[in-house]
């Protein structure tokens, strides 16, 4: 069974730019969280999605940042117009869908930086 | 708020030395505690928990106890070898509505040389 997967791995953009990150839950998961991790931070939650639904979105800067989970595909975290300050690194986790509070399962992570 | 403090790194030991990793925490309630562990180039992966109090988690020789009346979740180790170099990290889950966000400490960067 295949873990978490993130991709890109590594994403390089220049201020103004898009980046897309995207995320594949484990084999049968349907609740995904993104987390990021700012330099010599520890990692801050930023949304909690199932499928089709975001169902807390409390950690997400009110701008430029929005996560979506469709029905057919990976969960994709967009940020808009970047800027140096977004640069860290981005971790995604699911867990099954028994209910809220199981283990979260982390992806590898996807380091933006932001020129 | 809910916050996590842990000791700051990097810690570095000889193979076969005895390893403690503090953690204290803050939250409302009764929360479940975790030590998280990353390797190089690789996602976080579950290492132990504990969900109340007096609770010993433990996994590959690695173990914590939920000490309430100290607020502690503490990783000790009796013998670590190279292979135990990560980084380490002690979370906590509050115990209220909304019960999924993990909390997350800094991080304690381990470097054990042979």
């Known amino acids: 069974n295949a873990g978490v997967m993130q991709n890109p791995r590594h994403l390089v953009r220049r201020r103004g730019q898009e980046a897309r990150l995207r995320c594949s839950p484990m084999k049968g998961h349907s609740h995904v969280y993104w987390y990021r991790q700012l330099p010599e931070e520890g990692l801050k939650f930023m949304v909690y999605l199932q499928k089709e639904n975001i169902i807390d979105e409390s950690g997400m800067p009110k701008e430029r940042f929005s996560a979506e989970f469709p029905k057919e595909g990976p969960s994709i975290l967009r940020i808009q117009q970047v800027v140096r300050g977004d640069s860290a690194a981005y971790f995604c986790?699911?867990?099954?869908?028994?209910?809220?509070?199981?283990?979260?399962?982390f992806g590898p992570g996807t380091r933006l930086t932001v020129l | 708020g809910n916050s996590v403090t842990q000791m700051e790194g990097p810690v570095t030991l000889s193979e076969e030395a005895f390893l403690t990793i503090n953690c204290t925490y803050t939250?409302?309630?009764?929360?479940?505690l975790f030590w998280y562990v990353q390797y190089p180039g690789e996602g976080l992966q579950l290492l132990l928990k504990a969900t109340k109090a007096d609770d010993k988690g433990s996994n590959k020789g690695f173990e914590a106890t939920y000490r309430k009346e100290t607020t502690s979740f503490h990783l000790e180790k009796g013998s670590v070898q190279v292979s135990d170099s990560a980084v380490y990290f002690c979370?906590?889950?509050?115990?209220?509505?909304?019960?999924?966000?993990?909390?997350f400490g800094k991080g304690t960067k381990l470097s054990v040389i042979p």
């Open positions: 986790a699911s867990s099954p869908p028994a209910g809220v509070g199981d283990t979260q399962y």
């Open positions: 939250a409302t309630g009764y929360p479940s």
């Open positions: 979370a906590l889950r509050y115990s209220g509505a909304g019960s999924y966000q993990l909390t």
